[in-house]
C-alpha cells in the first residue's frame, strides 16, 4: 500500500510542477505587501485571562462580544457590536467604492486576487493560527478547510472568471436572424455575505472572491463566535486593494448579533449568501422578502457515505475518519451517516472503533504536535448532543465511544466533545435526521444498495454524500439517485475543491449555489442585449399589422402564416406557409 501511495504521490507532484513550470512563465508579477499578525496567535502568548465560564455574551454589556479561545478559555478581546446606524454607514462606504470597481478591468480585478493568492502562501502559517485561536480548531484541520479551499477559489476565478463573465452571444432564432443576441453579466451593486463560524478565514474570503471579480462590493458579517480574527482578515483584503490603489472601503466587515444581521438585509444590499441553520436560514430568507433581495441559502447538511460490500475499506476508512472528525465534525458537509452493507458492518465497525478510541484532543497552539482534534467552538451545543445521542441509545443504538463533553485535564475551562463512535442506528431516531455539527460518527446497516439508496433519502437535508464501491458504475448511478446537491464516488467532499463545480444543496440544505460559473454569474444581473447584425437592416412593421390595423382578419392570417413559416418542423409547412404569407400581404 505504502509503494503505491507513494507512486500516485509522485505523479501528481510530477504533473503540479509541470503545469505550474508553464503557468509561472506567463505569470504577470504580484504586488507583495505584509499584515501583522495578532499577537495572541503566537503559540507563546499566554497573557489572556482564563474565563471560568466563557460566553460570548456579557450581562451587563449585551453591545459586547466577548471573544476567547475556545481551546484554553483564553480572553482575547472584548469587541463593541455596531449599531443599525453604523451598517448603514458600512453599506454607503463600500457602495461608493463599488462605482468606481464596476469600471475596472478584469485584468485589474485579476492583478488583486493574485496579490491575495500570493499572500496566503506566503503567510498560510499566520492566517491558520489566527483561525486556531478563534475557532480552537488544529493546524492540519485550518490548512485543509481554509488554506487550500481559499487557495482553489483563488486560483480558478483568476484563471476562469474573465471566461464566464464575458458576455455571452446566444442564438437569435429564425425570425431574429438579423440580430445579434447577448447576455451581459453586470455587477449587481453592494452584495452580502452573512456567514458561519466553522472556517473563519474561508468563509469571509469565498464569497469576497467572488464578489470582486463581478465587479461588486460587498458586506460581510462574520459570526459573532469568530469577531476576534474579523480584523485581521479585514487587514489583509483592505492592505492588498490598497496596494493595487482601490479603495479599500469596497470591502466591508461587520461582527454583531442577529440584529446586526437583520440590519445589513434592510440596508440596501441586492444579494445575500447566507451560510447557516436551516432556522436561521428560513428567518434570513423572510426578513430578505421584505426588500425583494435575493438569497443564497447554504444551510449545512447531514451527509451520508455508502459503503457497498465491494468497498476498498483501505482506502474508504481513512477517507472517512477525516470525513467525520476533520474540523471535530464542524463541517456543513462532514460525513455524519455512514451505511455499511451488513456483509463487512461488523469488521468496519470494528474497525473504526480502534481508531477512534486513539483520536487524542487539545490546543494546536499550546499543546504540542500530540493533537488530533481540537475544541468546539460554539460551548452551547454539548447539552443538545447528549440529548441526541441517549435519545437514539434509548431505542436501540449501541455507543460504543465518547458520548459525552470532554474536561481537559490542562484547559478546565475549554469547549471539548469526545470523539463518539454510535452505531446501529436508525432512521427513526433524532440523531439520524439532526445535524449534529460534532466529532460524532453515526453508523447504520443496509442491506443492499436499493436499502441504502431508500434510507439515505428519508432524511430532510440534502446537501452532500458519497458512494463507496467497486463498481464505479453502479456507484455513480447511486449518486444520480440521491436527493442531494452534490456527490461523490469512492471519496469525500472534493467536489469543493474542484471549483469549477456549483455548490449547494437541496431540501432543508438550501436553495442557490456559489463555486463555478454558477457562483459567479448569481452575483449579477444577465441583461438580455439584442443589436441589428447588418447594416441598415432594422425590424419592420409589415403595413397589415400597423397600427390602425386595416383588417383584423387578413392580420391574423398573416401573424398565423408567420408563426407557421418560422417554428413548422417540416420543409413543405414551411413552403406552405410561405405562400400563405404572400397571400395574406395583398
Not at 495578532?38 to 497573557?47: T, V
Not at 490603489?245 to 454583531?256: A, I, K, Y
Not at 423572510?286 to 435575493?294: D, E, G, I, M, R
Amino acid at each position: 500500500m505504502f509503494d503505491n501511495w507513494t507512486n500516485v504521490v509522485a505523479a501528481i507532484v510530477g504533473l503540479a510542477i509541470s503545469y505550474l513550470a508553464v503557468q509561472f512563465a506567463f505569470q504577470p508579477k504580484v504586488v507583495r505587501f505584509t499584515v501583522t499578525p495578532p499577537a495572541e496567535s503566537n503559540p507563546a502568548w499566554k497573557d489572556g485571562k482564563i474565563l471560568d465560564k466563557p460566553t460570548i455574551r456579557d450581562p451587563k454589556n449585551p453591545k459586547t462580544i466577548i471573544c476567547y479561545d475556545p481551546a484554553t478559555g483564553r480572553h482575547l478581546a472584548s469587541i463593541p457590536a455596531p449599531t443599525a446606524a453604523d451598517v448603514t454607514e458600512a453599506y454607503k462606504k463600500a457602495s461608493r467604492a463599488q462605482e468606481k470597481w464596476a469600471q475596472t478591468s478584469w485584468e485589474q480585478r485579476r492583478a488583486v486576487l493574485r496579490s491575495l493568492l500570493d499572500f496566503v502562501l506566503q503567510n498560510q502559517e499566520e492566517i491558520c493560527r489566527v483561525a486556531c485561536r478563534d475557532t480552537g480548531k488544529t493546524m492540519i484541520d485550518a490548512t485543509l478547510g481554509e488554506i487550500i479551499t481559499t487557495c482553489a477559489k483563488l486560483r480558478w476565478t483568476i484563471d476562469n472568471g474573465e471566461e464566464v463573465l464575458a458576455q455571452d452571444y446566444r442564438a437569435p432564432g429564425l425570425l431574429m436572424m438579423y440580430k445579434h443576441a447577448k447576455v451581459v453579466y453586470q455587477p449587481m451593486g453592494v452584495v452580502a455575505a452573512l456567514v458561519s463560524w466553522n472556517y473563519p478565514f474561508h468563509n469571509t474570503f469565498g464569497p469576497l472572491i467572488s464578489a470582486l471579480m463581478s465587479g461588486n462590493g460587498i458586506m460581510i458579517k462574520c459570526s459573532e463566535y469568530v469577531a476576534w480574527s474579523t480584523e485581521y482578515w479585514q487587514n489583509i483584503i483592505h492592505t492588498c486593494l490598497a496596494a493595487h490603489g482601490h479603495d479599500p472601503e469596497l470591502v466591508q466587515f461587520v461582527n454583531g448579533f442577529a440584529d446586526v444581521g437583520e440590519a445589513i438585509v434592510s440596508s440596501g444590499v441586492n444579494h445575500i449568501t447566507f451560510i447557516g441553520s436551516p432556522q436561521v436560514g428560513k428567518m434570513v430568507q423572510l426578513n430578505a422578502a421584505q426588500h425583494l433581495v435575493p438569497c443564497l441559502l447554504e444551510l449545512g447538511g447531514k451527509d451520508c457515505a455508502i459503503l457497498l460490500k465491494d468497498a476498498d475499506l483501505g482506502q474508504a476508512i481513512p477517507v472517512l475518519m477525516r470525513g467525520v472528525f476533520q474540523n471535530c465534525g464542524q463541517n456543513c458537509i462532514g460525513i455524519e451517516r455512514i451505511l455499511v452493507a451488513q456483509e463487512i458492518y461488523d469488521g468496519f465497525v470494528a474497525e473504526m472503533e480502534k481508531r477512534i478510541k486513539t483520536l487524542r484532543l487539545g490546543s494546536a497552539l499550546e499543546d504540542g504536535d500530540g493533537i488530533d482534534c481540537g475544541a468546539m467552538t460554539m460551548g452551547t451545543q454539548s447539552d443538545r448532543l447528549e440529548h441526541l445521542i441517549q435519545e437514539a441509545v434509548s431505542r436501540g443504538a449501541r455507543l460504543l465511544l465518547g458520548g459525552k463533553r470532554y474536561q481537559h485535564p490542562e484547559h478546565p475551562t475549554g469547549q471539548y466533545f469526545s470523539p463518539t463512535l454510535l452505531v446501529d442506528v436508525t432512521p427513526d431516531m433524532e440523531i439520524a435526521n439532526h445535524e449534529t455539527f460534532a466529532p460524532i460518527m453515526v453508523i447504520m446497516k443496509h442491506a443492499g444498495a436499493d436499502d441504502a439508496l431508500r434510507l439515505a433519502n428519508l432524511c430532510p437535508y440534502g446537501l452532500g454524500s458519497s458512494v463507496f464501491s467497486a463498481d464505479k458504475q453502479l456507484a455513480e448511478e447511486m449518486c444520480l439517485k440521491l436527493k442531494v446537491g452534490m456527490a461523490n464516488v469512492n471519496d469525500f467532499a472534493v467536489n469543493y475543491l474542484c471549483q469549477s463545480l456549483p455548490f449547494g444543496g437541496v431540501g432543508i440544505s438550501g436553495y442557490g449555489r456559489f463555486a463555478g460559473a454558477e457562483g459567479l454569474r448569481g452575483l449579477c444581473v444577465p441583461k438580455s442585449v439584442t443589436i441589428d447584425r447588418i447594416p441598415f437592416v432594422k425590424t419592420p412593421i409589415p403595413p397589415i399589422v400597423d397600427y390602425p390595423i386595416k383588417s383584423a382578419s387578413k392580420g391574423y392570417g398573416f401573424v398565423k402564416e408567420l408563426v407557421r413559416f418560422a417554428y413548422g418542423p417540416a420543409l413543405t409547412e414551411k413552403i406552405m406557409a410561405g405562400l400563405g404569407l404572400a397571400k395574406a400581404s395583398m
